[in-house]
Structure formats: C-alpha cells, structure tokens
Antibody, heavy 123, light 111 residues
Framework: QVQLVESGGGLVKPGGSLRLSCAASGFTFSDYYMSWIRQAPGKGLEWVSYISSSSSYTNYADSVKGRFTISRDNAKNSLYLQMNSLRAEDTAVYYC????????????????WGQGTMVTVSS | QSALTQPASVSGSPGQSITISCTGTSSDVGGYNYVSWYQQHPGKAPKLMIYDVSNRPSGVPDRFSGSKSGNTASLTISGLQAEDEADYYCSSYTSSSTTRVFGGGTKLTVL
C-alpha cells in the first residue's frame, strides 16, 4: 500500500544537527514533489520545505532557510531533511508528505502523510 | 509568511452542520483555487479531506464539502458524527516566496 515512513528523530542539543529520512513505498516516488511539514507540541501545522520530483527545485520556510536542506534519492525511494544549527523552536513532530498530482498538474495539496518523527532540541 | 486565519474552535451537536472558515488574502486563498483541508485526530497524522477548494479524495464522506468566496474558504460538515471531532487545518498555495501556507487550525467539538 501507499506508505511513507519517517525516521531519524531524537533529542539534540541547541546548535546541533540531525538528518531525517522518509522511506516511500507503494507508488512511483520519482513522479511526485515531496514536502516536510512540522508540528510543534500543541501547535498547528507549519510547512517547512518542498523538493520537486527531479530535485530541480527546492524551497524553504523563512524560519529554516539557511539551516535546513531537503534532498531525495529517487533510486532509493527516499526523502531527507538535513537540519543544522538547531534551535529550541525547531522542536516538533516532522512529517513527510506527498504532494498531490492530477495528470501531472501539481495541486498544492498533501495527499499522503507519514506517521511523523519527533525532534526535540534541548540542553 | 503569515498563516491563514481560522477560528480556534467550533462546536456542534450530532446531526447538525458546522462551517469552519479560512481567511487569507488575494495572494493565496483569494487568488488561486488551490485550497485544501485536513483532518487530524489526536496523536495521528493529518488526512486530506478536500483539495482544489471543493474536491473530495476517494473515501472521504460526502458530508464534507468545501467552498470559497473572495479571500475566505470554508469547510462544511453536515450530519455531524462523533468521529468528526478533530482538529481541522486549511492550506493554500501562496504567491509569496514560500508557495505553501497553512491555517492555524480549528478544534471541532461534537457535543
């Protein structure tokens, strides 16, 4: 079945780094844009970053620009988020999500979500 | 980038209808038909309920409907059921540099 599984979360000190991974299955991963979306404890959803199907385009929320890097390996059906210079305010559950397509047209909606991985930034 | 504006909470009794609003600007909700809605139960991942303002993915009950007027999109749930109690988020394409934005979320309580 169509599935996304995140991994790599954990406890890290302020200023540290962490690399999240998202393993995709059940669909042609290389056809789809992918995004990372986070949710701080008790808070709402915040879009973090997206990457195009061939990695040609990436974009980031202002809050993480210059510190986070999104990447993908279509041969391994995997999405990544390299997070550097982490801050307490980066503490959140991080979800990877597939961006919807309709006959090749991007719909700017997220139709498949992983279960999330928790990142805690604390000394 | 500013989040879209949603009411913090709404409530309704079983069988009733409720509407959740999502207000943006002409740079996002008002300018494009790329509004989507998500349902999130506690401890679970969000689930896509509506895309392109008013389209339902396969498997989403037709009790859920979406619409838009000007800079405000709306999610209506008719025939409320206990299992509809959840947090709901809107999202939209935005012409700002980030291109994607969420609303702050609305907690739906079924009385």
């Amino acid at each position: 079945q169509v599935q996304l599984v995140e991994s790599g979360g954990g406890l890290v000190k302020p200023g540290g780094s962490l690399r999240l991974s998202c393993a995709a299955s059940g669909f042609t991963f290389s056809d789809y844009y992918m995004s990372w979306i986070r949710q701080a404890p008790g808070k709402g959803l915040e879009w973090v970053s997206y990457i195009s199907s061939s990695s040609s385009y990436t974009n980031y929320a202002d809050s993480v620009k210059g510190r986070f890097t999104i990447s993908r390996d279509n041969a391994k059906n995997s999405l990544y988020l390299q997070m550097n210079s982490l801050r307490a305010e980066d503490t959140a559950v991080y979800y990877c999500a597939r961006e919807s397509l309709w006959f090749g047209e991007l719909l700017y909606a997220f139709d498949i979500w992983g279960q999330g991985t928790m990142v805690t930034v604390s000394s | 980038q500013s989040a879209l504006t949603q009411p913090a909470s709404v409530s309704g009794s079983p069988g009733q209808s409720i509407t959740i609003s999502c207000t943006g600007t002409s740079s996002d909700v008002g300018g494009y038909n790329y509004v989507s809605w998500y349902q999130q139960h506690p401890g679970k991942a969000p689930k896509l309920m509506i895309y392109d303002v008013s389209n339902r993915p396969s498997g989403v009950p037709d009790r859920f409907s979406g619409s838009k007027s000007g800079n405000t999109a709306s999610l209506t749930i008719s025939g409320l059921q206990a299992e509809d109690e959840a947090d709901y988020y809107c999202s939209s394409y935005t012409s700002s540099s980030t291109t994607r934005v969420f609303g702050g979320g609305t907690k739906l309580t079924v009385l």
